[in-house]
């Protein structure tokens, strides 16, 4: 097999020091099997709407468990949607490219999850992608849901990286409000096509997919 000429790689001084992520929406689809707990796609978004709401209305953390029931019960969801999510929990399935996207950067930087989920919930999805994270921060143990700026804070300090040299793969456009406050200059893997929440500032690039993540972070320091 014939090798990339060394011309075409990234110095490793390109890339960010650290890379923090988005765990449920940017690298797992947690839509799909929301959407099966729920019955139907419908039904799905709707309840997963409710919860978005709940979760970044609320700031200081309240039980990740309590508000998916919350939300499902607000939606007119049956009472057994909350318990066939977490059932499935294990089976959330990662977007395509997401695997080969850490792979590619583990060599060059320290990468994190921070994620609007309890700390038992947040560990196991974590772990779904096979990589070994220098840090895993959830919105339990920081105290507060994104994009309340502690938790991506926590993340930083936990990996001794300033905001200035890490860059931050958002799955919902509500991560802007906090990656702006920190100073994490966003990459939005926009994959369902939502609208920027009103107020929000955009992000450095987005898209409906993870494939133009890579070279964006490969030239982070030459667009500093």
Known sequence: MQQAPVA?????????????????????????????AAGSEEK??????????LTYGCGAYVPYEQLVKDAARNTGMAGTAP??????????PAWDGARE???????????AVVTNCSQRLGHRAAALLGIDWDVVVTSEEAGFYKPDPRPYRMALDRLGVPASEAAFVAGSGYDMFGTSAVGLRTFWHNRVGLALPNGAPPPEQQAPTLAPALPWLQSFASIS
């Not at 790689?9 to 099966?36: E, G, H, I, K, Q």
């Not at 318990?83 to 959330?92: G, P, Q, R």
């Not at 996207?101 to 990468?111: F, G, T, W, Y």
């Open 8 to 36: 075409t790689l990234a110095p490793a001084s390109a890339y960010p020091r650290a890379v923090l992520f988005d765990l449920l929406t940017a690298l797992l689809d947690s839509w799909t099997v929301w959407n099966a």
């Open 44 to 53: 799905g978004r709707a309840w997963r709407a409710e919860y978005l709401r």
């Open 83 to 92: 318990d066939a999510l977490e059932a499935h929990w294990d089976e959330l």
């Open 101 to 111: 996207l850490l792979q590619a950067l583990k060599p060059h930087c320290k990468l």
